[in-house]
């Protein structure tokens, strides 16, 4: 019985031997290599945000067709801390009613703003709520508010039109900039074309006026040459 029991013993611990040094050499003949490259690459989509925000215009452009219908559907995201109704309470963000054109930071029924946003003093206008709308984080380090922000710049604008609606203020929108107006830049560097242009232009002499046939160069502009000439009525 004991000889029955120490070979099924002997048996399986073979098997068991066995199976270990097949797991082994599985695991060498498969071992798979680490890629070059992890994941898939999607070609262009770093190209096209790039070329995103190189043509992005000034905001400007941007207010002077905003529309606040819009601006109203796009506030919904930030319902969760706020509204904008007269007379509304605060919650975890400030009741934003005639924000527009009030001190930063200041005011909105006692609520207890950071000192990050504090700090930034000035008035809310379209131009401070858009970089506040942008990024809040960039715009005043340490802010309380965790909202990440609104990346375009349009959906900014409308936002601001709304709220602009939403106060007694009502600043007036600025107008569309104009596609054809030329920089200074721009001008100067034509003006500067134009004169080397004028700079290059060959200047005849007297003798290559002289040469030239009678009617290409007459009338009181046209320049003396040099010698004596026939009058022609004699």
């Given at each position: 019985?004991?000889?029955?029991?120490?070979?099924?013993?002997?048996?399986?611990?073979g098997?068991?031997?066995?199976?270990?040094?097949?797991?082994?050499?599985?695991?060498?003949?498969?071992?798979?290599?680490?890629?070059?490259?992890?994941?898939?690459?999607?070609?262009?989509?770093?190209?096209?945000?790039?070329?995103?925000?190189?043509?992005?215009?000034?905001?400007?452009?941007?207010?002077?067709?905003?529309?606040?219908?819009?601006?109203?559907?796009?506030?919904?995201?930030?319902?969760?801390?706020?509204?904008?109704?007269?007379?509304?309470?605060?919650?975890?963000?400030?009741n934003?009613?005639?924000?527009?054109?009030?001190?930063?930071?200041?005011?909105?029924?006692?609520?207890?703003?950071?000192?990050?946003?504090?700090?930034?003093?000035g008035?809310?206008?379209?131009?401070?709520?858009?970089?506040w709308?942008?990024?809040?984080?960039?715009?005043?380090?340490?802010?309380?508010?965790?909202?990440?922000?609104?990346?375009?710049?349009?959906?900014?604008?409308?936002?601001?039109?709304?709220?602009?609606?939403?106060?007694?203020?009502?600043?007036?929108?600025?107008?569309?900039?104009?596609?054809?107006?030329?920089?200074?830049?721009?001008?100067?560097?034509?003006?500067?074309?134009?004169?080397?242009?004028?700079?290059?232009e060959?200047v005849?002499?007297?003798?290559?006026?002289?040469?030239?046939?009678?009617?290409?160069?007459?009338?009181?502009?046209?320049?003396?040459?040099?010698?004596?000439?026939?009058?022609?009525?004699?």
């Open positions: 019985m004991n000889d029955r029991a120490n070979t099924i013993a002997g048996w399986a611990l098997a068991g031997i066995a199976a270990l040094g097949l797991t082994i050499v599985t695991g060498e003949y498969f071992r798979a290599e680490r890629p070059e490259k992890m994941g898939y690459t999607v070609e262009g989509v770093e190209q096209e945000a790039g070329e995103a925000a190189a043509e992005e215009k000034p905001f400007a452009f941007y207010m002077s067709q905003a529309d606040a219908q819009k601006g109203a559907d796009v506030f919904k995201k930030c319902t969760a801390c706020h509204n904008a109704d007269q007379g509304g309470p605060n919650a975890l963000g400030p934003l009613w005639n924000v527009v054109g009030d001190p930063v930071a200041q005011g909105r029924g006692g609520f207890a703003f950071s000192d990050a946003l504090k700090s930034k003093g008035t809310w206008t379209f131009g401070t709520l858009d970089p709308l942008k990024s809040p984080k960039a715009f005043a380090p340490g802010t309380k508010m965790t909202f990440a922000g609104l990346s375009n710049p349009q959906d900014r604008a409308n936002v601001i039109a709304y709220l602009n609606q939403q106060g007694d203020h009502h600043l007036p929108l600025p107008p569309a900039p104009s596609a054809g107006a030329d920089s200074p830049d721009k001008a100067a560097a034509e003006g500067k074309d134009a004169a080397q242009k004028a700079a290059n060959p005849q002499t007297e003798a290559q006026a002289a040469k030239q046939p009678k009617g290409n160069v007459a009338g009181e502009a046209a320049p003396a040459t040099s010698g004596r000439q026939k009058d022609r009525r004699e």
